[in-house]
């Protein structure tokens, strides 16, 4: 059975840090395009950042280019999001999806594939002084 469970958000002071991870299982991360998405109310979902594990090809949303750092660790077959200098506008629920490996991450991003894709059940960031 495929599952992705995503931790580490929380409340944060801007300018802060968080790292979310996601954390699959039944499948090997290497063999799916992996996703973070982000949704805030009444905001529709933005894809955050996406990496093909298999060849390292990344892609990151511009609002978050520069300041959060997908990586991943096939040991523990779980993608990690950095996300440091943190501002009130990154505030969401963020989940990772895995979908096809043929969509290129800039594709995944942008919202291609995921409707057959597995999600996670979102971990909320709140960025608040």
């Known amino acids: 059975q495929v599952q992705l469970v995503e931790s580490g958000g929380g409340l944060v002071q801007p300018g802060g840090s968080l790292k979310l991870s996601c954390a699959a299982s039944?499948?090997?991360?290497?063999?799916?395009?992996i996703g973070w998405f982000r949704q805030a109310p009444g905001k529709e979902r933005e894809g955050v950042s996406c990496?093909?594990?298999?060849?390292?090809?990344?892609h990151y949303a511009d609002s978050v280019k520069g300041r959060f750092t997908i990586s991943s660790d096939n040991a523990k077959n779980t993608v990690y999001l950095q996300m440091n200098s943190l501002k009130p506008e990154d505030a969401a629920v963020y989940y990772c999806a895995a979908g096809p490996k043929f969509i290129t991450p800039y594709f995944y991003c942008s919202g291609y594939g995921t409707q057959g894709s597995s999600w996670g059940q979102g971990t909320q960031v709140t960025v608040s002084s």
């Open positions: 039944g499948f090997s991360t290497d063999s799916y395009a």
């Open positions: 990496i093909t594990v298999s060849d390292g090809t990344i």
